[in-house]
């Protein structure tokens, strides 16, 4: 079964107000099993109402229509579908006594007004809303179903649980669905990871595959349909070989896990602890660790040293090193992350020092450059600079990233992958 989402109310094509009813009934919708073909966000017009309505009815089966069956005069959802399916308006005496009681149970007489809310399109059948004035609407067509919902999003949930649902459960069996997993890569550009599972677009179907990227994560999803047993098959088949393409910068095969949490896990296992010296992120990767429950396990504490005086006194910065090489430089990275793990008594120690931007900008250190060690009891201390996109806030987000993944592939045994100059 195909569906089409049709979300009326000027409000929703004007700049301030999202429609966020068709997320709502999509994510229903896929749990189901039912392809959404398309959704639109239609202003209060009566006509363009119509021509959305026959657009969708030749495209799917199922027509779901939210928003504008209110009393006020932008109201015109009703006349709007009515018009396109060639049917009349009826009043509904029921209907209108029932808004009444509602009235007179908060102590109040009914508006004139809502008697337009008793207004039935000829031969659908209503759907009572316990959570307001408007009923829904269920118009049979034959092969097609259109629906009419209000657009108050409590409303809208009743009424879909107590209709729509059992309704599409009839129909569907209640077996089949649209699943979505996904992995998750921390550090390669959207560009790179596009480029690597390319294979995989021609051994699956492409548009089961979707990327999704933020500062210095990028998100693969997967999305699969029809029974449980089958779903499972093609979605574990379609991640192990997203794995095998992307290798070690996967972090997670979970859609929703983080790289803190990932990394925290990790530390947990090991039964080991890390502490932070943070310049340019200035505690975020401290703040990030600490997200998760559990973390006073693993994370000792950090440090926040701005000034350099601070780096010094602080974190155990030589002068002569900030002298010689600069506050953004490899080398006060190095001695920053050495300065966590020792004053911490941690297992690793993590270093970062940078240029965040707007300003700050020297000859050689552009906006976005920003080094980072990882130094640990045992081994070397491993530092990298790089070059990060964007303006302060991604530059920051996009550093707790990289520091966070050094310290995952270190704990994993994997080698950087950056081109890292020690
Ligand atoms: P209506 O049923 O058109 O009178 O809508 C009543 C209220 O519900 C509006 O003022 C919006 O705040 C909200 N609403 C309507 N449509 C949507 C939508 N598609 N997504 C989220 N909220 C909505
Ligand atoms: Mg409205």
């Known amino acids: 079964m195909r569906a089409v989402i049709l979300a009326i109310g000027s409000e929703l094509v004007g700049p301030d107000r999202l429609d966020t009813n068709s997320l709502a009934l999509t994510a229903e919708l896929r749990a189901l099993g039912v392809d959404l073909a398309w959704k639109a966000c239609l202003p209060d017009d009566e006509s363009a ?3 959305a309505l026959r657009r969708a009815l030749a495209d799917a089966e199922l027509v779901l229509v939210c928003g504008g069956l209110g009393p006020t005069a932008d109201d015109v959802t009703r006349e709007g579908v009515a018009a396109a399916l060639g049917r009349t308006l009826e009043r509904d005496p029921a209907i209108e006594a029932a808004l009444a009681e509602r009235f007179a149970r908060f102590g109040y007489r009914m508006p ?13 059948v ?4 316990r959570r307001g004035t408007a009923p829904g609407l269920r118009v049979d067509l034959g092969e097609r179903t259109v629906f009419l919902f209000p ?19 009839e129909r569907t069996g209640g077996d089949e669905a649209i699943e979505t997993r996904g992995l998750r890569v921390a550090c390669v550009p959207e560009s790179e990871v596009e480029t690597r599972i390319e294979p995989a677009y021609r051994e699956f179907d492409r548009e089961d595959i979707t990327v999704l990227a933020s500062p210095a994560d990028v998100r693969v999803r997967v999305c699969a349909r029809g029974d449980a047993a089958t779903r499972r098959a093609r979605l574990e088949a379609m991640l192990e070989r997203l794995g095998q393409l992307l290798g070690q910068a996967v972090y997670t095969f979970e859609d929703a896990e983080t790289l803190e949490e990932v990394v925290g896990g990790l530390l947990k296992r090991q039964a080991r602890s890390v502490a932070t010296s943070e310049s340019c992120t200035g505690g975020l990767v401290a703040e990030r660790l600490t997200r998760v429950p559990g973390s006073s396990e693993y994370f000792r504490g950090g440090l926040v040293v701005y000034a350099n005086a601070a780096k010094v006194s602080l974190a155990g910065v030589s002068p002569a090193t900030l002298a010689e090489r600069g506050a953004v430089s490899l080398e006060v990275a190095g001695e920053l992350a050495e300065g966590a793990l020792a004053r911490f008594e941690s297992d690793f120690g993590l270093g970062i020092t940078g240029i965040a931007g707007p300003a700050g900008e020297t000859p050689g250190k552009p906006v976005g450059t920003v080094c980072f060690a ?12 790089l070059r990060l996109p964007g303006d302060r806030a991604r530059v920051r987000e996009g550093s707790s990233q990289v520091a966070l993944d050094m310290l995952r592939r270190s704990l994993l045994g994997f080698p950087l992958h950056w081109n890292s100059s020690k």
Not at 112 to 124: D, F, S
């Open 112 to 124: 004139e007004i809502n008697r337009k809310q008793a207004m039935v399109i000829e031969g659908a």
């Open 151 to 169: 657009g108050v999003p409590a409303e809208l949930e009743g009424l879909v649980a107590a209709n729509l649902l059992p309704w599409l459960r």
């Open 374 to 385: 990882l130094a640990a009891r045992s081994g070397a201390t491993e530092r990298i600079q």
């Open 49 to 51: 109402i119509a021509e």
């Open 126 to 129: 209503v759907l009572p809303n």
